[in-house]
T-cell receptor, first 112, second 111 residues
Framework: GQQVMQIPQYQHVQEGEDFTTYCNSS?????IQWYKQRPGGHPVFLIQ?????EVKKQKRLTFQFGEAKKNSSLHITATQTTDVGTYFC????????????FGSGTRLQVQP | NAGVTQTPKFQVLKTGQSMTLQCAQD?????MYWYRQDPGMGLRLIYY???????DKGEVPNGYNVSRLNKREFSLRLESAAPSQTSVYFC??????????FGPGTRLLVL
């Protein structure tokens, strides 16, 4: 079945350092979404990418969708303690169930 | 709007007990979902409902049943809880676009 993999599983950075998480799908995706989950919280939608090669920015966060629409990345510039949490990518299932397949997530810890 | 609400927030069960997790959304969304999240892992789909009156199995449906009571409510039932069902359960909903909105979760411990 469809698999969505994320690396790294965990990253610990000093405040001010940059951070990147990578997402790879076993199948071509019609779109990819990113969610953030704060410790003890629930996933919150960040962004959706649809077009091949698309790049979107939200303040210090830069999201990219690969040319082949099978991979994506999230880059955070100059991390802050408010960036702490787990970042998930998710792509539509290819089984026609209108559900999402989530990656296993990258947990980011930021040391002040 | 409250968005997606879930009850209870926490629950402790003994093996073999049953319980129902409740989920409601006030966004007039068609589709609703139940996920489970185990420590250090992503979300796995248990069941989903594409519209009122329909339900279908997800990736990990064994040991669970669901009811789409109306457009607003989607409940998840554990008939005979097992320790392997200790997890955090999230309900989510969406309209026609792909974005899903999640509830705050129910933390379940089965002893």
């Amino acid at each position: 079945g469809q698999q969505v993999m994320q690396i790294p599983q965990y990253q610990h950075v000093q405040e001010g350092e940059d951070f990147t998480t990578y997402c790879n799908s076993s199948t071509t995706l019609s779109n990819i979404q990113w969610y953030k989950q704060r410790p003890g919280g629930h996933p919150v939608f960040l962004i959706q990418l649809v077009k091949s090669g698309e790049v979107k920015k939200q303040k210090r966060l830069t999201f990219q969708f690969g040319e082949a629409k099978k991979n994506s990345s999230l880059h955070i510039t100059a991390t802050q303690t408010t960036d702490v949490g787990t970042y998930f990518c998710a792509g539509p299932e290819n089984a026609g169930r209108r559900a999402l397949t989530f990656g296993s997530g990258t947990r980011l810890q930021v040391q002040p | 709007n409250a968005g997606v609400t879930q009850t209870p927030k926490f629950q402790v069960l003994k093996t073999g007990q049953s319980m129902t997790l409740q989920c409601a959304q006030d966004m007039n969304h068609n589709s609703m979902y139940w996920y489970r999240q185990d420590p250090g892992m992503g979300l796995r789909l248990i069941y989903y409902s594409a519209s009122e009156g329909t339900t279908d199995k997800g990736e990990v449906p064994n040991g669970y049943n669901v009811s789409r009571l109306n457009k607003r409510e989607f409940s998840l039932r554990l008939e005979s809880a097992a320790p392997s069902q200790t997890s955090v359960y999230f309900c989510a909903s969406r309209m026609t676009v792909e974005t899903q909105y999640f509830g705050p979760g129910t933390r379940l411990l089965v002893l």
